[in-house]
DNA sequence: AAGCTAGACAACCGCAATAGA
DNA sequence: CTCTATTGCGGTTGTCTAGCT
């Protein structure tokens, strides 16, 4: 379909944004409201791209942002998330509130691809369980600083020339739902019972989930529907090497096709997305193909 | 101290999906 | 139904910093 480039790119800034162009564009959504990106750097006076305001907006200045600090149970779930959802980044950081996609991109290329290509090349011979958007080297130098990130404070001001430039990041949710392959497995599980966190996992629910036993996020309603039943306890206890295993049996996946003596389960990409597009998870396609589910959490699988 | 290199991450690019006129 | 604008996403690039030589 056609489409016009988003702005000329004539006499725009480029680059790293300044404090200068930070509190414009916040006062300009402040006031005005998000939206209508390609028409608010002319009324705010910004030289840039509707488009770089738009990502630095989600990306860095919106209000309820965490940055850096990535704690070990986000670490795990980024990883296990990953291995359940492959590159989605928005899905993964849909699960992190206070996490953007692009952060948790950065994170798992700097950190977790490396580290978690070389738990793969020594616990499991087959490259494909685990894509990363590039090689990694194997000569691996693991960061000193996982599990936390790189920067000490939330908000890391460098000099760029001479502009105050701010390096910030910033919160996206994601609208869409994870996959009712973990609804089904756990069947039982109460609606809301996201918000009836057990106790030892509390402190991690409160780190993950902060809006779900506060104030509702008003930006994202679906965000109690995101795990639906499941409890993020029993999602970093799940084995998602075996559950991804017939989640991603699509034909042209470019990972985690099932072993050849498994009965497939043919839970294809389309139905996945069928799922995480729609907010009603629709647990009645999966039912059928999810016998080994139930199995897999009850064996109490190994961790990864 | 200077230069080099790799790591970290912010920002950009291009495409696809979606909305709405 | 078609077309265009808008938004969202993942991959990639660019730049800064820290560590090493």
Redesign the pocket.
Known sequence: ????P?CA?EGL?????TAQEDNTLREYIRIHG??????LPKKAGLK?????C???W???LRPDIK??NISQDEEELIIRLHKL???????I??RLPGRT???I???W???LG?KHQTQQTRTDPDPNLC?T??PV?N???V????GA???PSPL?I????DHD?????AF?C???PLTPVVLQAQPNKHQHSINNKPAESGALMDEFFPFSCQEEDHQDHNHSSIFGDICLSDLLNWDFSDVSDFIFSDNNSNDLSPSSDQQPLCVSEEMLQDWT?SNCVQTNVVAPNIQGVSSLLNSGGELL
Do not use: Q
Not at 34 to 39: A, Q
């Open positions: 379909m056609g489409r016009s988003c790119k800034n480029r680059g790293a944004w998000e939206g209508k990106w390609r028409n840039r791209c509707g488009k770089s738009r990502l630095r989600l990306n860095y940055r850096g959802l492959g590159n989605r980044w928005s899905l950081a849909g996609d692009n952060e991109k950065n994170y290329n700097t950190n490396k894509s958007s590039k080297p000569n691996i130098k960061s000193s600083n996982t990130c790189s920067s890391k460098m000099n760029s020339h430039v701010i390096r910030t990041k996206r994601s609208k869409v597009a």
